[in-house]
């Protein structure tokens, strides 16, 4: 049993996103052969060129590929991901502030009204490895519409806004990329 659960650790994944900064641009135009590079270490013998996380979110199982689409005529492209066990999942780019803030806070409040059968708290999980950033668990807001109908109530006050209000948000993002 012990076997099985250290393979089932080895086998999770985090999905993360890393950016050169832009000037190394101007950094490889300087010096094409990059001998300059082998010189001009950084800070104590490091990197000279240093990424940035942009984000980081566990998964939970292994990611096998990875696809940059578009799932309906005429809509957004998303990312969509597949996993050794035959889960599918999707990134989607958020296109205003507005949304950004709506969907941290709906989140926020699900993991405290919602939480997970097994006990475990939400936020642990998604930041097993690294903690999570920039990335919101869409399937856990999803579950707004599963929830009793007086904490829906509770959670939409405050938000601002009505249960079929939130509702409707989150109809509106899916329809926007998936369905």
Same mark, same amino acid.
């Given at each position: 049993?012990? /076997?099985?659960?250290?393979?089932?650790?080895?086998?999770? /994944?985090?999905?993360?996103?890393? *950016?050169?900064?832009?000037?190394?641009?101007?950094?490889?135009?300087?010096?094409?052969? #990059?001998?300059?590079?082998?010189?001009?270490?950084?800070?104590l013998s490091g990197a000279s060129q %240093?990424?940035?996380?942009?984000?980081?979110?566990?998964?939970?199982? $292994?990611?096998?590929?990875?696809?940059? $689409? $578009?799932?309906?005529?005429? #809509?957004?492209?998303?990312? /969509?991901?597949?996993?050794?066990?035959?889960?599918?999942?999707?990134?989607?780019?958020?296109?205003?502030?507005?949304?950004?803030?709506?969907?941290?806070?709906?989140?926020?409040?699900?993991?405290?009204?919602?939480?997970?059968?097994?006990? *475990?708290?939400?936020?642990?999980? *998604?930041?097993?490895?690294?903690?999570? %950033?920039? /990335?919101?668990?869409?399937?856990?807001?999803?579950?707004?519409?599963?929830?009793?109908?007086?904490?829906?109530?509770?959670?939409?006050?405050?938000?601002? *806004?009505?249960?079929?209000?939130?509702?409707?948000?989150?109809?509106?993002?899916?329809?926007?990329?998936?369905?």
């Amino acid at each position: 049993m012990n /076997v099985l659960a250290e393979i089932q650790q080895q086998l999770t /994944v985090v999905l993360f996103q890393m *950016r050169l900064n832009e000037d190394v641009n101007d950094d490889v135009d300087e010096d094409p052969t #990059g001998t300059k590079s082998l010189w001009d270490r950084g800070l104590l013998s490091g990197a000279s060129q %240093k990424v940035d996380s942009v984000c980081n979110y566990h998964v939970g199982e $292994t990611i096998m590929s990875l696809q940059k $689409t $578009t799932l309906v005529p005429g #809509g957004s492209e998303c990312v /969509v991901y597949t996993t050794m066990s035959g889960g599918v999942g999707i990134l989607v780019p958020f296109t205003s502030r507005e949304d950004i803030d709506f969907f941290q806070h709906l989140e926020m409040h699900m993991r405290q009204e919602h939480p997970p059968l097994c006990g *475990r708290d939400h936020l642990h999980y *998604r930041s097993y490895y690294f903690p999570c %950033k920039n /990335v919101i668990d869409g399937d856990l807001c999803e579950q707004f519409n599963s929830i009793e109908p007086g904490k829906r109530r509770s959670i939409a006050e405050d938000l601002d *806004r009505t249960p079929s209000e939130v509702a409707k948000k989150l109809e509106d993002m899916r329809t926007r990329f998936a369905f």
